[in-house]
């Protein structure tokens, strides 16, 4: 059985205060309704870390992770983060390749390798996001440019580490817009990924990485994604700052 997750990317949102009550709120509801296996993972903006992690204790439900991490361990680079900060923060997982972090702050798959690496010798689980533009898919692009993105920045890892990573295919046209892929879009992309990495590495890993779908999830359409035999869960946006629509995302796999 493959890991199911379900993890809220907040952005640059909320102030502190705002922070800390939307995180309560969740870790309450999560605690006192959800049925279910599937892991929570709670992801503020950096400056908030330490203040979540406090709520969060040491819960095997609900984790915590950052938004983006550089490729260095330290060192003269102004206004970045590093891996073992997040670690010593009680960090467990990281986003890596936001298509918000491509378009806006040009990451490319070159360099996404590298802090895909050095995020798993550090011990912090990569969310690796792939995805297509609307002009891509539309030119039927999309499997090309998805395979591309997650054959660059994933296959220099060995079998072991690749087995670490969990995937978030990510339309860059769902983000944000309440355009969702339809299931069928979604479990189409899912299978091509997956089955991109068992011809690369096996089967058995393949059948073993997450692939969580984001783009628009929403508490009701979070069954019909989640129930496709490839989506392993989702990684949510807008959704993920109002507390009972987050829970109810989680509660979709009950
Ligand atoms: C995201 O930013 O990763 C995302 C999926 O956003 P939204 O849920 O708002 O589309």
């Known amino acids: 059985m493959r ?14 205060p705002e922070g800390k009550k939307l995180a309560s709120e969740v870790i309450h509801m999560v ?11 709670l992801i503020p903006p950096f400056i908030h870390l330490t203040g979540i ?28 983060v590093s891996a ?5 923060c009680g960090v467990t997982h990281v986003i890596l390749g936001h298509s918000e972090r491509r378009e806006y702050f ?28 609307l002009e891509v ?35 860059v046209w769902a983000i944000g817009t309440g355009v969702t892929a339809s299931a069928e879009q979604a479990q189409e992309m899912h299978a091509f990924i997956r089955n991109q990495i ?15 779908y984001g783009g628009s999830v929403k508490p009701d359409n979070a069954k019909e994604i989640f129930s496709q035999q490839d989506v392993d869960g989702g990684l949510i946006g807008g959704a993920s700052l109002k507390s009972r629509d987050f829970t109810n995302i989680v509660k979709a796999f009950d």
């Open 106 to 133: 040009g990451e490319t798959d070159e360099l996404l390798s590298e802090k895909v690496n050095f995020t798993l010798e550090n011990g912090l689980t990569p969310i690796f996001c792939c995805g297509e533009k």
């Open 3 to 16: 890991k199911k997750i379900v993890a809220g990317n907040w952005k640059m949102n909320c102030t502190l």
């Open 137 to 171: 898919r539309e030119a039927r692009d999309h499997e090309s440019l998805v395979g591309t993105q997650v054959e660059k920045a994933l296959f220099d890892l060995s079998e072991d580490q690749i087995r670490k990573v969990v995937i978030a295919y990510e339309p």
């Open 31 to 41: 605690e006192d309704e959800v049925n279910n296996e599937a892991e929570v993972v």
């Open 198 to 212: 068992a011809a690369k590495y096996s089967q058995d890993t393949a059948d073993s990485i997450p692939i969580l």
């Open 53 to 80: 992690q406090s709520l969060i204790g040491s819960s095997n439900k609900i984790f915590l992770g950052a938004q983006n991490c550089h490729q260095n361990q330290s060192g003269a680079f102004t206004g970045e």
């Open 84 to 88: 073992s900060m997040l670690v010593s």
